[in-house]
């Protein structure tokens, strides 16, 4: 017999425990009959997961608000503590700023005034509370504009409760519920509307996104349409209503008084950039869990109504927050929704939406790939196709994608694959080869080959593609090191082959650093040259280093001191990463790889990595290849990362400090009350402790006060470790920031007469787009996801890229300043004032500004 925790947790699916049905109503009886059982015996644990399972499994919420209801019957006490608990939790929630339970903890509470527990009244003034905090924050004199995401947070969360309680509350308090939708159609109406450009996927509907409505805007349309139809919503169950003859003969509770946080005073009133920096804390506070990508036609979701699609998105979403632990719990959940239709679709769209995210995902992209893999199993006859037909659709509309984006996009698809014997019917992408070694589809799968490469090996990625022989052309080389003295082609690699034996001989007989760096300064530097030298230490330590990531470590740790000596400054580190890129020139892993370990052992500065990467060479691959771009982001990854554990650590010793600030307060307390604790012997007074005791309560009161010091200096150490390095970041960005604009300013064109911006993309390029007014071609119609439209054999007619090679750069390079921007905004904000007298002033080209402050979601009229 089932336990009344598996039945809680179990409850509306599709189990052994129900009997493998999915009577909602049958569930109810069952779960409450067990529960009302045993409640004598386990009251408190029955109330705890209960409210656990009503915040976690929030897809059930109707069903627990009527368990909650009937419980409420036969013991009011019960459901008051449950209905005052909860309301607790969502005042705590609204200070702590904690936006997931403040969405779930509402739902939750308008659940259970369906089932009769709460007043509807109470259920007015709780939205009426939000309501009139989120019209505070948007007022110019009373509130702080800048944190309008927490106001569109709060009216977010009133609407998204109404499929769950709408119906209810017209029908029992008609006229505040009317008050309230008045006033959230006048605050929609004084509400600026967001321009998000740089979080958006396709860098194409930058200019759609501005006539478009946002978000809230789009919500509301969906709350007005499920109000026409008189709120009937499939996605919902309402499971009340098979009990409401019962459930109305019980007590209502009503909420206590609920209050809002007043929004942060504004800054700076008179530099601009103040309100950019309130605006970028308020969405890291409240960011938009949702940006749809809407890369199916609508004629997949058309049997749904508008707030369908919202109900099921947030089922989604939540499962997806929930189960982040539980990838195969996650993927039973998301295909078991409570709803009457089919969604795999919506679903397909919806974890690639979070996977694409942006500023960045919920949870690492790694989380999702997991997910859709599970899904296809849990769903062989559907999900693969689906899944299929949603890369074909990103795959058409690749040149358009966000560089961050289309990154993702190539880390999932070469890491799924991995995961399906990497079978892909690559002959319908054969004629990416003929097009220009630029084009963003060509990249595409170059970058896809490349990384399945890692994670397989060169002979089993080429057999895959055996199908599409034209794309061997695009595999990357077999990743053989490229040592310059494997052969004497020349008087000077005779020379240097000689001296390069003679180092690894030196090597493999153990010399120390310091032997082998007076080898090098008295034997090759006055002999050959600095550039002999650096050729030949490097290139010999590395070949020695190629046979696996613990040789290449070994030989950094033994011989790092030698590569310091010999490269001190920024201009010998930038051909000391030459040299690592000559060598490891086929296989851009271990580029990658043998920099990012040098940056770790202080052998190379990012400063130094910058300035290659903005080399002549590097800059003109940044369009064809993301060699580069892999070895920039680690490098600023690296950076941000060392300030990120820096406050980590500063923040766990700051409690430490506190901690042992009260130890030494309890310890000198109790010491010196012990020493005054006197007796009377032979009418004197003495100390009534022994002389041991107060000995060793002195001697904790001392430890605990050194312990305190000790955890002071630390604390100074970090502090001034991160001081020093918050500083290095500035340097790294305004580093970072010129050479974007160096490169940029030398390419870009030049803004016409009359001030009117470069067109960078052509309308020639549309010729590779979907005609939004005919059948996608890339649709999927067919159980293995091929569509009619299909090249079977990578023949037939396709669309050249008419995108010059000059305007693909600066489209990638222009992509990557956004992505950057976007991607460390918070570093970047607080260093915005330096950046702006010495980057973005007013001779900047306007592109290169506009896509910085796209990245930074500033406006573009700001200087």
């Known amino acids: 017999m089932s336990t009344w925790r598996t039945l809680l947790l179990r409850i509306g699916d599709r189990c052994p425990d129900y009997g ?9 009886e069952t779960c409450y009959s067990v529960i009302w059982r045993e409640f004598e015996h386990s009251k408190d644990g029955i109330f705890e997961l ?11 919420i109707p069903l627990y608000g009527v368990l909650v209801g009937l419980i409420n019957l036969e013991n009011e006490d019960f459901a008051k503590r449950v209905v005052d608990t909860t309301c607790s939790s969502f005042q705590d929630s609204l200070y702590s700023e904690n936006y997931n339970r403040i969405r779930l903890l509402l739902r939750f509470l308008t659940g259970l005034m369906c089932s009769k527990v709460i007043l509807p009244g109470s259920i007015i003034e709780a939205f009426e509370t939000l309501l009139s905090s989120a019209a505070t924050t948007v007022d110019e004199e009373a509130g702080n504009p800048s944190w309008q995401p927490r106001a569109d947070f709060y009216i977010t969360c009133i609407l998204s409760c109404l499929p769950w309680g709408g119906a209810e509350l017209i029908e029992q308090v008609p006229d505040e519920f009317e008050r309230v939708m008045i006033g959230v159609q006048s605050y929609i109406s004084i509400r600026r509307h967001t321009q998000d450009i740089g979080f958006t996927v396709f860098d194409s509907d930058e200019d759609k996104l501005l006539e478009e409505k946002d978000f809230l805007e789009d919500l509301w349309d969906r709350i007005q349409v499920l109000s026409n139809n008189g709120w009937k919503i499939d996605s919902v169950p309402r499971p009340h209503l098979s009990f409401e003859a019962q459930l109305v003969a019980g007590k209502s509770h009503s909420l206590s008084s609920i209050s809002c946080p007043e929004p942060p005073e504004p800054l700076d009133i008179h530099y601009t950039a103040s309100r950019g920096k309130e605006k970028h804390q308020a969405w890291l506070k409240y960011p938009q869990r949702l940006r749809r990508l809407n890369i199916f036609s609508s004629d997949k979701t058309e049997d749904m109504q508008p707030i369908d699609r919202f109900v099921v998105e947030e089922y989604l979403l939540d499962v997806l927050l929930f189960f982040n632990g539980c990838r195969k719990e996650c ?10 239709f089919r969604y795999e679709y919506l679903m397909a769209e919806t974890i690639f939406s979070q996977l694409l995210l942006l500023p960045q995902p919920p949870f690492k992209p790694i989380y999702y790939t997991l997910v859709i893999i599970d899904l296809c199993k849990a769903l062989p006859g559907a999900f693969p196709a689906v899944v299929a037909g949603a890369v074909r659709a990103l795959f058409e509309r690749i040149g358009d994608l966000d560089m961050e984006c289309r990154t993702r996009l190539i880390l999932w698809f070469s890491h799924h694959l991995s995961n399906f014997q990497y079978i892909w019917p690559w002959e319908e992408w054969a004629h990416v080869k003929d097009l220009p070694k630029w084009a963003p589809q060509r990249v595409f799968v170059q970058e896809v080959l490349e990384r399945e490469v890692r994670l397989s090996y060169w002979d089993k990625i080429k057999q ?4 599409a022989s034209a794309l061997e052309e695009l595999l990357p080389p077999r990743g053989e090191p490229n040592f310059k003295y494997s052969t004497e082609d020349s008087q000077e690699g005779m020379d240097g082959s000689t001296l390069s034996k003679e180092f690894s001989s030196m090597v493999r007989a153990r010399k120390t650093a310091r032997e082998i760096t007076l080898w090098v300064e008295e034997n090759i530097i006055p002999v050959h040259g600095f550039n002999v030298s650096l050729e030949v230490v490097i290139q010999t330590l590395l070949d020695i280093g190629s046979k696996s990531f613990t040789h290449l470590i070994t030989v950094l740790e033994r011989y790092g001191q030698v590569i310091a000596k010999l490269c001190p400054d920024h201009d010998k580190q930038v051909l000391l990463i030459d040299e690592v890129s000559s060598y490891w020139k086929n296989n851009t892993q271990m580029t990658a790889i043998t920099i990012d370990r040098m940056m770790s052992y202080r052998l190379i500065s990012n400063l130094s990595i910058v300035r290659w990467v903005f080399s002549l060479s590097s800059v003109n691959q940044f369009h064809i290849s993301d060699r580069p771009w892999e070895i920039l982001r680690n490098a600023i990854n690296k ?5 990120t554990d820096l406050r980590k650590e ?23 009350a012990a020493e005054s604790k006197l007796e009377v012997v032979d009418g004197q007074p003495v100390q009534s402790e022994k002389p041991g005791r107060l000995k060793r309560l002195k001697g904790y009161a001392e430890k605990a006060k050194d312990d305190e010091t000790s955890m002071r200096e630390s604390l100074e150490a970090k502090e001034a470790l991160l001081a020093r390095a918050v500083e290095e970041n500035k340097v790294l960005f305004l580093s970072l920031y010129k050479s974007f604009r160096d490169v940029l300013m030398e390419r870009l064109p030049p803004v016409s007469a009359d001030g009117k911006l470069p067109k960078l993309r052509t309308a020639n390029v549309d010729l590779m787009a979907v005609d939004s007014e005919e059948p996608s071609t890339m649709e999927v119609d067919h159980d293995n996801g091929r569509t009619d439209a299909s090249q079977s054999n990578g023949e037939g007619v396709f669309p050249r890229y008419s995108t010059g090679e000059h305007e693909q750069w600066c489209l990638c390079t222009l992509g990557y300043v956004k992505a950057f921007s976007r991607q460390y905004a918070t570093e970047i904000w607080a260093h915005i004032e330096t950046l702006d007298s010495q980057v973005f002033a007013e001779d900047v080209h306007p592109l290169f500004r506009k896509a910085a402050y796209a990245g930074l979601c500033r406006l573009t009229t700001e200087l």
């Open 20 to 28: 493998g049905t999915t009577d909602f109503k049958e569930h109810i």
């Open 50 to 60: 209960l409210l656990q399972c009503a915040e976690q499994l929030p897809h059930k």
């Open 331 to 340: 993927a039973s959940c998301m295909v078991g929704l409570p709803v009457p």
């Open 464 to 467: 895959s593609i055996e199908n």
């Open 639 to 643: 950076t941000y990362n060392r300030i």
């Open 650 to 672: 500063i923040q766990s010793l700051e409690r430490s400090v506190l901690l042992a600030e009260e130890a030494t307060r309890k310890a000198i307390n109790e010491y010196e």
